[in-house]
């Protein structure tokens, strides 16, 4: 059973998910087919909101499943939302923002900062996730080879903006810069840099699984004296 603090901070954890994908759903814009499903920050986001509902769902006993390869995905999946926006937008803010501006602070952080890092705290120090790396490694290939095949064969042909010089449609502005054997190199890539995350993120938490005792609810005794041997 876990402590107080650790379920209060669960909780928080899981109702700001829950309200971001739920603005995401309504006030999201969809001027372009899929909405703002075509980005992979909003991806990140409904794992995370998963992720949580799960743990959530662990501290009530409604489940005993780890879900171990799937939240450690989702670290890794934050964590090359988080290097690859701010990377690119202070390298070029248009390449990946329509007009070259940040979005609100409140929205933007929590997509690009505050999320990840609530969700990496879980996985890392309460959840201690990470212990099937494989398993980690096979959701990460099917994620991210799923969102490249969404982009390429469903959203560029569906879309119309944002324009670039070679093609129209992909999500991110820069994409639509890329010829199609620069998009496989920057795909490919990617997702070598997500296998580095991924192999940072399991030595990491071999070290804090080895050095930092699990958080634990302190046991109270239900015996009174007079039974009590």
Do not use: K
């Not at 071999?206 to 239900?222: C, H, N, S």
């Amino acid at each position: 059973m876990s402590t107080y603090p650790v379920r209060l901070y669960r909780w928080i954890v899981f109702l700001l998910a829950a309200g971001y994908c739920l603005r995401m759903i309504v006030m999201g814009d969809y001027g372009e087919f899929a909405g703002p499903f075509r980005y992979l920050t909003v991806w990140a986001l409904f794992l995370s909101f998963f992720c949580a509902s799960r743990m959530m769902a662990r501290e009530e006993g409604r489940t005993t499943r780890r879900f171990d390869g799937m939240v450690s995905m989702t670290a890794v999946i934050n964590a090359m939302v988080v290097f690859l926006y701010w990377r690119l937008f202070f390298a070029d803010p248009a390449s990946v923002t329509s007009d070259g501006q940040i979005g609100p602070l409140y929205l933007e952080l929590y997509l690009h900062l505050a999320g990840p890092l609530l969700q990496w705290i879980d996985a890392l120090f309460i959840h201690r996730s990470f212990r099937r790396p494989f398993a980690a490694l096979g959701w990460l290939f099917g994620v991210i080879s799923i969102y490249v095949v969404w982009g390429e064969l469903v959203l560029q042909r569906m879309n119309d903006t944002p324009r670039g010089t070679v093609t129209t449609g992909l999500p991110y502005p820069f994409l639509n810069n890329l010829t199609f054997d620069d998009r496989v190199v920057f795909y490919a890539s990617n997702f070598g840099v997500a296998i580095v995350f991924l192999l940072g993120f399991a030595a990491l938490a071999w070290l804090i699984r080895r050095f930092l005792p699990q958080p634990t609810a302190p046991v109270i005794r239900t015996d009174s004296p007079e039974t009590a041997t």
